[in-house]
């Protein structure tokens, strides 16, 4: 499985930006989609899930509210929407997938779970 990420930038805190992760090769409904996020000389944290299956979510309470993860299934492609961006969202966001025995496991949001990930791209917001 390959995930690009894509659609990082530089925005003013308040705004709102959308990042893309595209899906390619030999996907699964069983796979739990994330997006995680490294500050610098900070550890890697969970932000966001989205299960393929039935499109159940769930997020970090730093991001609830702010933040909505969806999936296209046409496209293979999950979707972070960002909005009322702070500061400390400021970070490099990676997209990663989680394959998973049954559709509907729990959702995890540790690292070393997910076997997949994406290059990564940089979110900067300005005060």
């Known amino acids: 499985v390959q995930l690009q990420a894509f659609g990082g930038g530089l925005v003013q805190a308040g705004g709102s930006l959308r990042l893309s992760c595209a899906a390619s090769?030999?996907?699964?409904?069983?796979?739990?989609m994330g997006w995680f996020r490294q500050a610098p000389g900070k550890e890697r944290e969970f932000v966001a899930a989205?299960?393929?299956?039935?499109?159940?979510?769930d997020y970090a309470n730093v991001v609830k509210g702010r933040f909505t993860i969806s999936r296209d299934d046409a496209k293979n492609t999950v979707y972070l929407q960002m909005n009322d961006l702070k500061p400390e969202d400021t970070a490099l966001y990676y997209c990663?997938?989680?394959?998973?025995?049954?559709?509907?496991?729990?959702?995890?949001?540790?690292?070393?779970?997910?076997?997949?990930w994406g290059q990564g791209t940089e979110l900067t917001v300005s005060s």
């Open positions: 990663a997938a989680r394959p998973t025995l049954s559709l509907r496991l729990t959702f995890s949001r540790e690292v070393n779970n997910h076997k997949f």
């Open positions: 090769g030999r996907t699964s409904s069983k796979y739990h």
């Open positions: 989205i299960r393929w299956y039935d499109g159940d979510t």
